[in-house]
């Protein structure tokens, strides 16, 4: 069974940094894409930050320059640096594996999610 398990979240005053992690688990082939998207009380969720099984990035307008995503050191693990926070990056923060392949399906997979709040 595949999970997809964060940490990292909690309450920073602006301007401060956080680091989130994810590692997923499981009977797991490959993974394309693992990224963050984070959803604000009556906001749509939204892409933060992905990498690809290559390395290449790609993230939010809203967050260039001061977050950055990275691949762990263990299989299937990803990290989001978040530095000069600011109260709108306040939101649950999802982990997501995209084309999650094992030995019978190909899907999506998302985390539990983790709460950031960042105070002014």
């Known amino acids: 069974q595949v999970q997809l398990v964060e940490s990292g979240g909690g309450l920073v005053q602006a301007g401060g940094s956080l680091r989130l992690s994810c590692a997923a688990s499981g009977s797991i082939i490959n993974i394309n894409v693992m990224g963050w998207y984070r959803q604000a009380p009556g906001k749509q969720r939204e892409l933060v930050a992905a990498i690809t099984s290559g390395g290449s990035t790609n993230y939010a307008d809203s967050v260039k320059g001061r977050f950055t995503i990275s691949r762990g050191n263990a299989k299937y693990t990803v990290h989001l640096q978040m530095n000069s926070l600011k109260p709108e990056d306040t939101a649950v923060y999802y982990c997501?594996?995209?084309?999650?392949?094992?030995?019978?399906?190909?899907?999506?997979?998302w985390g539990q999610g983790t709460q950031v709040t960042v105070s002014p």
């Open positions: 997501n594996a995209d084309n999650l392949a094992t030995l019978f399906e190909i899907r999506d997979y």
